[in-house]
């Protein structure tokens, strides 16, 4: 039932992630790493599709999906999946992104079986009836009222997609429109998880306490006679138009402290500049010790904090940076200065000292992400979908240590234009007739 074996030794980092892969006939590609030093396993499904895969009047299926999938199976009760893994001494979650959607288990590895089968289960036999689907939509509103109508600053990232985006489906949420979700029959529902949630367009990760052959014996047993979904897949094939002025705005928010937002457009997640964008990103407002911070929080004192939301994603992502004004100072004053220093990194570049430094900073980072079983299994899967290749996980470092200084120069020009990008000062709604 399974495809040709390959057994990777990658010998381009030092800690370098042994692993193993195949593909079964149905097209699901395993990828399994062994680490017998604790005894605990990982176990992820991810499937290539999230937000970007959905219609423009039916938006919210692959976030709404994520929530489904928990619902029950024929052979799982309504609601017992989740007691299912906890009473074994499990944890699991999921999440869903612009182009994604994640599943894993952490289990004790003497319970490996039984997270294979739950796996296969939401697969192939998953519960998607009205009752479930009713239940969702609540559970989603709700997830909405607090994470975006309720919450200071809460929808930015609404606000800034669809003006960041003209074309491209990158335009809306992952959490989509309600209004979309109450519109959407049952039937549509089983459609989408009929296009999506399928065998060849899912990639599985074992990694932790397991022996190879037994992991392969009990993931055909499960996973084989699953049917394999269509041919092709919907993936858009926008190219989002590069912007040539900026684009400006006010938003007025429940929120008593003023807000500067600026966003700029990024090329694809695969694209080689990616890596300096990255080091960029984090020079700039990457914590503490960050150009912004250091300059507007500490040392001018004209900000109370500066963030930023870097989003990779598959076709190009955003760079999303915000700085909230210290009492008294005016919110064009503080863009003015978080502009400056932007333009003096386009002009002068890093110096020496924080361009090593950075680069300490993203090694840690990358470390730090293949130090758990779960991390190791998430970053194996992204590799494989988004790279073509597992074995991207023992090359990332060696990308970006190719990186110089004169890049981070070149990407600041190229990428943070001002004739690109997209600013919204959000102030307190008792302004606004002001």
Do not use: C
């Amino acid at each position: 039932m399974l495809g040709g074996l390959l057994l990777m030794t990658p010998v381009l980092a030092q800690n370098s992630i042994e692993y193993e892969e195949r593909t079964l006939n149905n097209g699901l590609h395993l990828i399994m790493h062994k680490d017998n030093s604790t005894p605990i396993v990982a176990v992820s499904v991810l499937y290539h599709v999230g937000s970007k895969n959905e219609k423009p009047d039916r938006t919210g299926f692959a976030h709404f999906f994520e929530h489904l999938l928990f619902e029950g199976t024929e052979n799982i009760g309504r609601g017992e999946y989740m007691e299912k893994i906890e009473s074994i001494g499990g944890t699991l979650n999921a999440f869903t992104s612009n182009d994604l959607t994640y599943y894993y288990e952490i289990v004790p590895s003497n319970y490996l079986e039984t997270a294979l089968y739950m796996e296969s289960e939401r697969m192939l036999h998953p519960k998607i009836d009205q009752i479930g689907v009713d239940t969702q939509r609540e559970v989603i509103k709700e997830e909405k009222r607090q994470r975006e109508d309720n919450r200071p600053y809460g929808t930015i990232l609404r606000e800034i997609l669809k003006r960041a985006y003209e074309k491209h489906p990158y335009q809306w949420p992952v959490i989509g429109s309600m209004d979309h979700l109450d519109a959407a029959t049952l039937e549509e529902f089983i459609q989408f998880h009929a296009d999506f949630y399928v065998p060849n367009n899912a990639t599985l990760v074992i990694a932790g306490d397991i022996d190879y052959d037994q992991a392969e014996e009990w993931v055909n047993a499960y996973f084989g006679e699953i049917p394999s979904g269509p041919e092709d897949f919907f993936r858009p094939n926008v190219q989002e138009p590069k912007k040539s002025q900026e684009i400006r705005d006010i938003v007025y928010d429940d929120i008593q402290i003023p807000a500067i937002i600026q966003a700029y457009n990024l090329p694809p997640k695969h694209h080689p500049d990616s890596y300096a964008l990255d080091m960029l990103s984090t020079y700039l407002t990457g914590g503490n010790s960050s150009l912004l911070t250091k300059e507007l929080v500490d040392n001018q004192q004209k900000a109370l904090g500066v963030y930023a939301f870097p989003l990779e994603l598959e076709d190009g992502g955003i760079f999303i940076m915000q700085a909230l004004p210290n009492m008294g100072v005016e919110p064009d004053e503080l863009e003015s200065e978080v502009d400056r220093l932007i333009q003096e990194v386009q002009s002068s570049g890093v110096p020496d000292r924080e361009f090593e430094k950075l680069q300490n900073i993203i090694e840690n980072n990358i470390v730090s992400q293949n130090s758990s079983m779960e991390g190791i299994a998430q970053n194996l899967a992204m590799a494989n979908v988004f790279y073509g290749d597992p074995g991207y996980i023992n090359k990332e470092l060696d990308y970006y240590r190719q990186v110089s200084k004169e890049d981070l120069q070149r990407v600041a020009n190229e990428y943070l234009r001002m004739d690109g990008r997209v600013v919204l000062h959000y102030l307190p709604k008792s302004q606004e007739e002001k």
